[in-house]
C-alpha cells in the first residue's frame, strides 16, 4: 500500500473510532445518574430542610411524565434563588439508562436527578404508603421537611407554582 493509502486508511479508521467513542457517551453519561434507594431519598429530602423540596418520580417512557419535564425545570430555574430545591428520580428499569441519558441530554436539568434503585412494588410502599406506582408522582415538601401537597398526575406549570410559591412565603 502506498503512503496516500495508508494515510486514507488511517483517517477513516480514526473516524470511525471518534464515532464509536461518540456513540457510547449516553451509556457512560447514564452510568452517572446514581441510584438511590427509599431511604436515601427519604435523606436527600432531609439534607434540604430549609427549603421548599419538588420531589418528582418519572419514567421516560411515561408520556405525562416526558410533557410535564420542562414545566419542572422552567419551575426550577424561576424559583431556586428564592429557596427551591427541585429532586427528580427515574422510574427506568437499569436496562434503559441510555433513555435516561437522552431523555437528560435533551433537556439539560440543572437540579439533581437520580435513578430509583429498584422499581418493585416494595419500593413503592418503603417510600410511601399512599403511593401504589402511579406516575408521573410528585410530592412538595415544606421548609421543615414535612409533605405538604402530593400529586398522582401530571402538573401544569401554573399548578406547580401556585403549589410552591405559597410554601416559600410561608415562615
Known sequence: MNKIGVRSLTGILGCILALVLTM???????????????????????DNKGKVVVLNFWATWC????????????????YESKGLQV?????????????????????????????AASTEEEFYSEFEEQWWGEMPMTMIYDKAGNVAMMHKKAL???????????????N
Open 87 to 115: 429532586i427528580a428520580i427515574s422510574m427506568n428499569e437499569p436496562d434503559e439508562l441510555e433513555d435516561i441519558a437522552e431523555f437528560l441530554g435533551k433537556h439539560n436539568p440543572r437540579f439533581p436527578v437520580y435513578r
Open 24 to 46: 457510547s457517551l449516553p451509556a457512560a453519561e447514564a452510568g452517572e445518574v446514581a441510584a438511590v434507594n427509599a431511604d436515601e431519598i427519604k435523606s436527600i429530602i432531609s
Open 63 to 78: 408520556p405525562p411524565c416526558i410533557k410535564e419535564f420542562p414545566d419542572i425545570i422552567k419551575l426550577y430555574d424561576q
Open 156 to 170: 401544569s406549570f401554573e399548578e406547580f407554582e401556585q403549589d410552591v410559591s405559597s410554601l416559600l412565603s410561608a
